[in-house]
């Protein structure tokens, strides 16, 4: 039978009914209804000195998680070579515990922003293996039982699906992975361990490059639990096959998570920039939403006062949910009514 109403007064009934179900409620909350673990951010330790920042940061209804944007990198950590510097992740695994929200580590195994030691002491590869079990050991263990989940290996492809040449490439081959991944479950046996990197959030070389790997690493019974998809993002150009590519992930029975989301556009901002952008948002979330795996989501950082984004990429900006002033943006309701869509 027909609906005595208009597709139109369907669409707009549905939405309310959407809207009053979500009157009030916050990111996590949402998150949390969509069956997900969590919503989350990236925090880096010199923004814990604003007030109303960690005031924002700290409310666990809104943030479920929180990620270290830099303290728990290898430079941070074992800047000199057997001297381990764990104090400002325990700054903000003791903000999380206050706060009853997950804390995501991140990294152990990366090209960049790693200690200069390392990079240039041309180890051999039996040194190099236990240079990173000592150091994927201590960091994971260290923080053994507190962390939801590590990303153990940090962008570790080129866009084109070949193997970055870093140090640990260049020395031990492919090996790495496994070396690092056992170091960490070791380390902590409870924490999902995942690989993490960025451009892989639709279907593409990357992206089949780690399916490639992690089925191969399965096989092998090496531990691997998720795939971390970074989600640097640009307005107008989110991929459209997110979920088909978190779902193919997710067969292979692990979890998927996005770990660093912003979605940044060229300056200046404009209403019609942030409508995009909302969109975008909207759209990244309906597809983690759709994928029972895909764990959670993560911002990296919630606000364009503290985004990574003006310094590296020059022009651009303005990526993230809440405005410089704290101030929600469109993106926010986008992320919201994608949660309860
Ligand atoms: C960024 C930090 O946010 C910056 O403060 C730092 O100067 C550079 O690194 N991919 C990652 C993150 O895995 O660690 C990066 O974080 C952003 C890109």
Redesign the pocket.
């Given at each position: 039978m027909r609906s005595p109403f208009s597709q139109g007064a369907r669409v707009l009934a549905g939405s309310i009914i959407l809207l009053c179900a979500g009157v009030g409620a916050q990111l996590d909350t949402l998150a949390k209804r969509a069956g997900k673990v969590y919503f989350g951010s990236?925090v880096?330790n010199p923004e814990l000195g604003d007030l109303p920042y960690k005031t924002l940061l700290s409310n666990a209804s809104e943030f479920g998680q929180l990620t270290a944007?830099?303290s728990l990198?290898w430079e941070t950590v074992q800047p000199v070579r057997g001297t381990y510097k764990f104090a400002g992740g325990d700054e903000i695994l003791a903000l999380a515990k206050q706060n009853r929200q997950l804390f995501r580590g991140?990294?152990c195994v990366?090209h960049?922003?790693l200690a200069a030691w390392v990079e240039a002491g041309k180890f051999s590869a039996k040194d190099l293996t236990a240079i990173i079990e000592d150091h994927c050991g201590r960091l994971v263990g260290h923080y053994k039982g507190e962390m939801y989940s590590w990303?153990v290996v940090?962008?570790a492809f080129e866009d084109d699906g070949s193997y970055r040449k870093s140090v640990f490439y260049n020395t031990l081959g492919t090996q790495y992975f496994e070396t690092a991944l056992r170091a960490a479950r070791k380390a902590d046996p409870n924490t999902k361990l995942y690989l993490?990197?960025?451009n892989v959030e639709g279907i593409n070389s990357k992206s089949d490059a780690y399916y490639t790997l992690i089925k191969s690493l399965i096989a092998k019974k090496v531990p691997i639990d998720g795939f971390g998809v970074?989600g640097?993002l640009i307005v107008g150009q989110v991929p459209t096959n997110i979920r088909e590519n978190f779902q193919r992930f997710a067969d292979l029975g692990i979890d998927v998570a996005i770990?660093?989301l912003d979605i940044r556009m060229v300056l200046p901002v404009t209403p019609e920039k942030l409508e995009q952008q909302k969109r975008d948002y909207a759209a990244v979330i309906r597809a983690c939403k759709a994928v029972k795996r895909c764990v959670g989501v993560t911002v990296?950082?919630y606000t364009d006062k503290y985004?990574?984004i003006p310094?590296?990429f020059k022009g651009e900006g303005a990526a993230l949910p809440w405005d410089e002033n704290l101030k929600k943006k469109p993106a926010y309701d986008g992320i919201a009514s994608a949660w309860l869509s």
């Open positions: 990236a880096d944007g830099n990198k991140h990294t990366w960049s922003q990303d940090n962008e993490n990197d960025y970074q640097h770990t660093e990296w950082d985004s990574w310094s590296v």
